[in-house]
């Protein structure tokens, strides 16, 4: 069978879940109605000293979420990183994105920028099938949240945005010609030069590395949700997505290390990576990457055993790539819809 086929099947799998889960939807009364706050958090610490220096305390950041917003606010941002997420790992193991029934919504619905030729999003021609099984079944598990946001979120979810997966040189969004952002971060982080590109769907190696920078800062996303939200079918149903990516991003960063042994780039090019995001979103450094050959980083917690996170405005920082306060640009080159938009800036 095709890997298009195999993923349609994995679409029907998705639809089961959600014809499952329509009972506890029924439970949540509509999101608009349930109020709350939310400081989306994230990961932890990754200065030099060896082994690892314990990162600082949970706390909100410098810019914190706003508050009075509801939990409909809540579940749209996390919504918004979702289609993120969803259609890369989409158009990673089939060569398409998420279904056109799920970008609907409120607000300015947008596509998904792939870009031309070298870096354009596409489906990985993977040599690992032990990495391809991976991807397969993490783009399913995205595909479902993304459901089932939208049914808990009913006639009050938001659409997708503009988002560009493209690690192309330059692509179009509108009048402007904005750099791909995988190749707009991985230039950042110094991971390529000036001008050169980095393509996450050229390789095993680039994909994992793709996967890095997005599902790193959606687990830290999620963190904050389990402490602010104030409906308790909300809050058991978002614990249940943050355990979900939690699993996600330890075999993205266990799958990393161990290739790392025979390639040991890779643990510079995390390191950089980390780094870069850490100067994204301010102070203090929320950051860890993934050790080196000795000794290993694979579950990027607190002295405690907890998850970290970062604020609203600090995840956006880091997905627009802008360490400035500002409403769009890097892989949401429009912004985002919803209320939780901007920004935290410096």
């Given at each position: 069978?095709?890997?298009?086929?195999?993923?349609?099947?994995?679409?029907?799998?998705?639809?089961?879940?959600?014809?499952?889960?329509?009972?506890?939807?029924?439970?949540?009364?509509?999101?608009?109605?349930?109020?709350?706050?939310?400081?989306?958090?994230?990961?932890?610490?990754?200065?030099d000293?060896?082994?690892?220096?314990?990162?600082?305390?949970?706390?909100?950041?410098?810019?914190?979420?706003?508050?009075?917003?509801?939990?409909?606010?809540?579940?749209?941002?996390?919504?918004?990183?979702?289609?993120?997420?969803?259609?890369?790992?989409?158009?990673?193991?089939?060569?398409?994105?998420?279904?056109?029934?799920?970008?609907?919504?409120?607000?300015?619905?947008?596509?998904?920028?792939?870009?031309?030729?070298?870096?354009?999003?596409?489906?990985?021609?993977?040599?690992?099938?032990?990495?391809?099984?991976?991807?397969?079944?993490?783009?399913?598990?995205?595909?479902?949240?993304?459901?089932?946001?939208?049914?808990?979120?009913?006639?009050?979810?938001?659409?997708?945005?503009?988002?560009?997966?493209?690690?192309?040189?330059?692509?179009?969004?509108?009048?402007?010609?904005?750099?791909?952002?995988?190749?707009?971060?991985?230039?950042?982080?110094?991971?390529?030069?000036?001008?050169?590109?980095?393509?996450?769907?050229?390789?095993?190696?680039?994909?994992?590395?793709?996967?890095?920078?997005?599902?790193?800062?959606?687990?830290?996303?999620?963190?904050?949700?389990?402490?602010?939200?104030?409906?308790?079918?909300?809050?058991?149903?978002?614990?249940?997505?943050?355990?979900?990516?939690?699993?996600?991003?330890?075999?993205?960063?266990?799958?990393?290390?161990?290739?790392?042994?025979?390639?040991?780039?890779?643990?510079s090019?995390?390191?950089?990576?980390?780094?870069?995001?850490?100067?994204?979103?301010?102070?203090?450094?929320l950051?860890?990457?993934?050790?080196?050959?000795?000794?290993?980083?694979?579950?990027?917690?607190d002295?405690?055993?907890?998850?970290?996170?970062?604020?609203?405005?600090?995840?956006?920082?880091?997905?627009?790539l802008?360490?400035a306060?500002?409403?769009?640009?890097?892989?949401?080159?429009?912004?985002v819809?919803?209320?939780?938009?901007?920004?935290?800036?410096?």
């Amino acid at each position: 069978m095709s890997d298009k086929m195999e993923f349609l099947d994995l679409m029907e799998r998705a639809e089961t879940q959600r014809q499952a889960r329509r009972s506890f939807i029924r439970l949540c009364g509509g999101a608009a109605a349930m109020t709350g706050g939310l400081s989306l958090l994230a990961a932890c610490d990754d200065d030099d000293d060896p082994p690892f220096p314990p990162p600082p305390p949970p706390g909100p950041g410098p810019s914190p979420t706003p508050p009075g917003l509801t939990d409909a606010d809540v579940l749209n941002f996390a919504l918004q990183l979702e289609y993120l997420e969803g259609n890369y790992y989409s158009y990673a193991v089939s060569g398409q994105g998420i279904p056109a029934a799920l970008q609907t919504g409120t607000g300015a619905q947008g596509n998904v920028v792939t870009g031309t030729g070298p870096g354009a999003a596409r489906q990985v021609s993977f040599t690992d099938p032990v990495l391809q099984q991976y991807a397969r079944e993490i783009a399913f598990d995205e595909i479902g949240h993304i459901t089932f946001l939208r049914n808990a979120l009913g006639s009050a979810a938001v659409a997708q945005p503009v988002i560009n997966l493209s690690g192309s040189a330059t692509i179009t969004v509108g009048n402007t010609t904005p750099v791909g952002a995988f190749t707009a971060a991985a230039r950042a982080a110094g991971v390529v030069g000036p001008n050169a590109i980095f393509d996450p769907f050229a390789s095993d190696e680039n994909f994992l590395i793709g996967s890095y920078l997005l599902t790193d800062v959606g687990v830290s996303a999620y963190r904050g949700a389990a402490r602010l939200i104030t409906n308790k079918t909300f809050l058991e149903a978002s614990a249940g997505i943050l355990a979900t990516e939690c699993y996600h991003d330890g075999v993205i960063r266990a799958e990393l290390w161990r290739r790392g042994l025979t390639a040991p780039s890779i643990y510079s090019v995390i390191a950089q990576v980390s780094a870069a995001r850490d100067a994204l979103d301010g102070t203090p450094d929320l950051d860890q990457d993934i050790g080196n050959a000795s000794v290993a980083n694979l579950i990027p917690t607190d002295p405690g055993g907890l998850v970290l996170g970062r604020t609203a405005p600090q995840v956006l920082n880091i997905v627009y790539l802008n360490p400035a306060s500002t409403q769009g640009g890097g892989f949401f080159p429009t912004g985002v819809n919803g209320t939780i938009r901007s920004s935290g800036g410096p």
